[in-house]
């Protein structure tokens, strides 16, 4: 049994002090990343390099050649709450740069290896300043151009409890990817390079022109040319506040909202009620469970925007959300407006006929139940379904619900059919199949289909290549962030090639943020699986129905989907008696 704690207060020491408050700040490697791009471009760079050696919690450095910090002074920016951004309370109300707390460098200090080499314009020379966890260990003159360059190394070496809830490396270096691409978007004025144990990965030029000239011009460097004159621009203003955008078409969209990018007074955040706005813009051009891709700039006054929410500064509250949350969605809406839907008839959604209030249970003559426990022959690859037959008299019907759920009889009751969520576990098994034996079948595209990707999706489809050539996908990859896909697992529809490719990498990005020390095969089979299912809202004829059940209770778990939820719910006959008062 643990003692009582006593009432005695006592001070922490310095050291504990500092590294409980550097992990407010400081939460990942991505947090010191992000601390010291922003501090880069407050002091005025026009050109950013960062360098990672292994992983950003190895090794990495920020080089800028902003305005600099003077040799006195290298050792007082080391100080919790030391900054050059505000002098009094009353500037918060104009703050017009991304830092201000002053907590960045000395929370990054206190638990890593820190040297800052730094030179201004009106200098002869450079001077440098060591520090490890927190204490300065060695400081003096230095060789340097005038900027600053910041090292980090050892990322936590003196608070090992965090490491072990670290992000994969991966998959925090594709974090990095997209938080450059979010202040590459914020700043197009300003170049940004990044090099990855030697090896440059991108190198965007400052774009020419202002406005939303400039924001197409670096999306175009980012996504290539044609993916960028394909997004739809707004260009508004109402009441002090305006807006910018550069909306993707609704065949762009995500099944998550990482294709959005939200930036505020050039501050990249998050914002739901941002989101939501972009949402109702897009109406019904978009079906239920995908998200617009979008990047939207908005410019608020400082008084009307409060930025010191929360000590990473993602989050930002607005005095007044209804203004901006109109904005947003009526100028959105604009360049939307002449694109339509595609024409679809939901079914379940037309009206009732009349006689549905006066069903009457019809008297169950001559009817075979089907027995879901004989065992059935696997069917190993989507492509080679069986064809149709011609069922035995005995044989029952299945039913669609709604384009959901199958509704087959069985002995002694009903059992209810998840449509998605069968679908989802055949063709889990399937995947893990391929992965571990023989590659899947392929289906060549007549018309090879060209793709651009985000760069983060790019890098990542780096590392999942030999899966996905495994699954039976057949890439071409033209440059970064193009892709063409020659081929792709057969079984799949080839319309949907581009927003099937997509889907599956967001899908292992998402699951790589859950757990980064699980297999990455089982990832690619699970986001596989759920993208390529047949959907809730999907027309099935009989014959397919059939083939799914079948498919179904061969597999080794038919109980439930990769994600734990049951396929099917079994409804007994007794049951049902007991429901109608049948005795």
């Known amino acids: 049994?643990?003692?009582?704690?006593?009432?005695?207060?006592?001070?922490?020491?310095?050291?504990?002090?500092?590294?409980?408050?550097?992990?407010?700040?400081?939460?990942?490697?991505?947090?010191?990343?992000?601390?010291?791009?922003?501090?880069?471009?407050?002091?005025?760079?026009?050109?950013?390099?960062?360098?990672?050696?292994?992983?950003?919690?190895?090794?990495?450095?920020?080089?800028?050649?902003?305005?600099?910090?003077?040799?006195?002074?290298?050792?007082?920016?080391?100080?919790?709450?030391?900054?050059?951004?505000?002098?009094?309370?009353?500037?918060?109300?104009?703050?017009?740069?991304?830092?201000?707390?002053?907590?960045?460098?000395?929370?990054?200090?206190?638990?890593?290896?820190?040297?800052?080499?730094?030179?201004?314009?009106?200098?002869?020379?450079?001077?440098?300043?060591?520090?490890?966890?927190?204490?300065?260990?060695?400081?003096?003159?230095?060789?340097?151009?005038?900027?600053?360059?910041?090292?980090?190394?050892?990322?936590?070496?003196?608070?090992?409890?965090?490491?072990?809830?670290?992000?994969?490396?991966?998959?925090?270096?594709?974090?990095?990817?997209?938080?450059?691409?979010?202040?590459?978007?914020?700043?197009?004025?300003?170049?940004?390079?990044?090099?990855?144990?030697?090896?440059?990965?991108?190198?965007?030029?400052?774009?020419?022109?202002?406005?939303?000239?400039?924001?197409?011009?670096?999306?175009?460097?980012?996504?290539?040319?044609?993916?960028?004159?394909?997004?739809?621009?707004?260009?508004?203003?109402?009441?002090?506040?305006?807006?910018?955008?550069?909306?993707?078409?609704?065949?762009h969209a995500r099944t998550s909202r990482e294709g959005q990018l939200v930036i505020v007074n050039r501050r990249?955040?998050?914002?739901?009620?941002?989101?939501?706005?972009?949402?109702?813009?897009?109406?019904?051009?978009?079906?239920?469970?995908?998200?617009?891709?979008?990047?939207?700039?908005?410019?608020?006054?400082?008084?009307?925007?409060?930025?010191?929410?929360?000590?990473?500064?993602r989050e930002v509250r607005f005095a007044d959300e209804g203004a901006v949350f109109s904005l947003i969605a009526a100028s959105c809406a604009q360049p939307l407006a002449h694109l339509h839907p595609p024409f679809t008839v939901v079914y379940g959604q037309a009206p009732e006929p009349q006689w549905a209030n006066r069903v009457a249970e019809p008297a169950p003559e001559n009817q075979t139940a089907l027995g879901l426990d004989v065992a059935r022959p696997a069917v190993s690859d989507a492509a080679t379904a069986p064809p149709a037959t011609a069922a035995a008299p005995a044989e029952p019907e299945l039913w669609q619900l709604h384009r959901t759920y199958i509704l087959a009889p069985v002995r002694h009751g009903l059992?209810?059919?998840?449509?998605?969520?069968?679908?989802?576990?055949?063709?889990?098994?399937?995947?893990?199949?391929?992965?571990?034996?023989?590659?899947g079948a392929a289906q060549g595209l007549l018309f090879p289909a060209l793709i651009d990707l985000t760069q983060t999706q790019f890098e990542l489809l780096l590392e999942l290549g030999p899966w996905l050539q495994q699954l039976g996908w057949d890439l071409l990859l033209i440059g970064p962030p193009s892709v063409v896909i020659k081929a792709l697992p057969a079984g799949l529809p080839a319309e949907r090639a581009g927003t099937l490719l997509q889907d599956m990498l967001d899908g292992v990005a998402e699951d790589t943020g859950r757990d980064a020390h699980e297999d990455v095969s089982e990832k690619v089979a699970r986001s596989y699986a759920c993208h390529a299912a047949t959907r809730a809202g999907d027309p099935l004829t009989p014959e397919e129905m059939r083939t799914l059940v079948d498919r179904l209770f061969a597999t080794s778990k038919p109980h439930g989907d990769p994600h734990g939820r049951p396929t099917f719910v079994k409804l007994d006959l007794d049951e049902l008696h007991r429901r109608f008062n049948r005795g």
């Open 1 to 251: 049994m643990n003692a009582p704690l006593t009432a005695v207060i006592r001070r922490l020491e310095p050291d504990t002090a500092s590294r409980i408050a550097a992990g407010e700040v400081i939460e990942r490697p991505l947090s010191a990343l992000k601390e010291l791009v922003e501090n880069a471009l407050d002091a005025g760079a026009r050109r950013i390099e960062v360098r990672v050696e292994r992983s950003l919690d190895h090794a990495f450095q920020v080089a800028d050649d902003g305005c600099g910090i003077a040799a006195h002074e290298l050792e007082l920016a080391l100080e919790r709450h030391a900054t050059s951004k505000i002098g009094a309370l009353e500037d918060l109300d104009r703050l017009d740069t991304l830092g201000f707390r002053g907590e960045a460098l000395p929370s990054i200090a206190a638990v890593s290896r820190l040297r800052i080499t730094s030179r201004r314009m009106e200098d002869e020379g450079a001077a440098f300043v060591a520090v490890e966890g927190g204490r300065v260990t060695k400081q003096g003159a230095a060789a340097r151009a005038p900027g600053t360059t910041v090292e980090v190394s050892a990322l936590f070496f003196n608070t090992p409890a965090r490491r072990k809830f670290l992000h994969s490396p991966t998959g925090e270096l594709r974090a990095a990817m997209r938080l450059l691409e979010a202040y590459a978007l914020a700043f197009p004025e300003v170049s940004f390079r990044l090099v990855v144990d030697e090896r440059e990965r991108f190198d965007w030029p400052a774009a020419a022109g202002v406005g939303i000239a400039a924001a197409r011009a670096r999306a175009a460097a980012l996504w290539g040319a044609r993916h960028a004159e394909q997004r739809l621009a707004v260009d508004a203003a109402r009441d002090g506040l305006a807006v910018r955008a550069l909306l993707g078409l609704p065949e």
């Open 268 to 313: 990249w955040i998050q914002s739901p009620m941002v989101g939501q706005a972009l949402r109702q813009a897009y109406g019904n051009l978009l079906p239920a469970g995908r998200y617009p891709a979008a990047v939207l700039w908005l410019s608020v006054p400082p008084e009307r925007l409060d930025v010191n929410v929360h000590p990473t500064k």
């Open 415 to 439: 059992v209810i059919i998840d449509q998605h969520a069968a679908h989802e576990r055949v063709l889990y098994e399937e995947a893990r199949a391929r992965m571990e034996g023989a590659k």
